[in-house]
């Protein structure tokens, strides 16, 4: 599996740009818990799984890598699915 390396801020505006319920339309296609979405876009509900989630200050918030990015896959599905431009 290849790793994914954005930045935070860019990550944070892919979020800010789905549509409303993606987050739960993400979860129930994984099978995980929204919470669990949510933390993989930079929240923090510490009872959700993290894991594979890598974070390095720097400049634009940071990077965060990912070890999979199925979640941001989808959110950019998602994303094209609404004709919404895919934040840089």
Do not use: W
């Not at 739960?24 to 994984?30: E, F, G, T």
């Not at 720097?58 to 199925?70: I, R």
Request: hydrophobic share 40%; proline share 3%.
């Amino acid at each position: 599996m290849e790793t994914t390396t954005i930045t935070f801020n860019r990550l944070r505006r892919i979020k800010d740009a789905l549509p409303d319920g993606s987050t739960h339309k993400i979860a129930d296609l994984l099978g995980v818990t929204v919470d669990t979405v949510r933390n993989f876009f930079g929240g923090d509900h510490l009872k959700a799984q993290t894991a594979g989630i890598h974070y390095e200050q720097g400049p634009d918030g940071g990077l965060v890598t990912f070890d999979d990015a199925t979640m941001l896959n989808l959110a950019c599905k998602i994303l094209q699915e609404h004709n919404i431009a895919i934040p840089s």
